[in-house]
């Protein structure tokens, strides 16, 4: 799905000299480029005609991107940007991943299907390779450990979370979450 946007993408991300270099040159920052890898052009030929022909119009996948975007970008935020961690050393990188982010709403399902499953981020950053919907599970072990080990586990209503992440928005400053 993201392959309509990768091009403009990648010539935002690298700059125009970054795209002479990978046309021209055929590499980028001294490393080369193979374009055959994984079929790229072929690809993104085929996905430009079959769409083209047959697909939704281009207005209708900036529509489900913009509306995609609108819902991800605060519940993905809400998990780090209302935190501000100590910038000290962490004991290990679990309680690392368990500091710089919060759970919000866990247990609302409206909330779970709205955020799309963003609402248990610290069970997400301790075990990425697992599903999130084995989270809610996951979240009360973590819990357990936090409280067993004196590891401040962030969990906060839906409202209270929006709410500190637009309190940092608008003033730059935290907004205690206790």
Not at 15 to 42: A, F, N, Q, Y
Not at 47 to 64: D, E, I, K, R
Not at 127 to 140: A, E, L, N, Q, S
């Amino acid at each position: 799905m993201a392959l309509p946007g990768l091009s403009v993408g990648v010539m935002f991300e690298i700059g125009l000299k970054g795209m002479v270099e990978l046309t021209v040159l055929r590499s980028v920052g001294g490393h080369p480029v193979d374009w055959r890898l994984g079929g790229v052009l072929i690809e993104s030929l085929v996905w430009f005609l079959v769409h083209y022909n047959f697909g939704p119009s281009c207005l209708c996948y900036l529509c489900m991107y913009a509306v995609a975007g609108t819902i991800f970008v605060p519940c993905s935020q809400v998990a780090h940007a209302i935190l501000y961690p100590d910038s000290q050393q962490h004991k290990s990188w679990a309680r690392m991943q368990i500091a710089e982010s919060a759970d919000f709403a866990t247990d609302s399902e409206l909330w779970f299907h709205l955020a799309f499953g963003l609402t248990t981020q610290i069970e997400h950053h301790l075990f990425p390779g697992i599903g999130h919907h084995c989270y809610d599970k996951i979240r009360h072990i973590v819990k357990r450990a936090c409280k067993k080990h004196g590891v401040t586990h962030i969990d906060i209503s839906a409202g209270k979370a929006f709410g500190a992440l637009w309190y940092r928005w608008i003033s730059g400053q935290p907004m205690p979450l206790a």
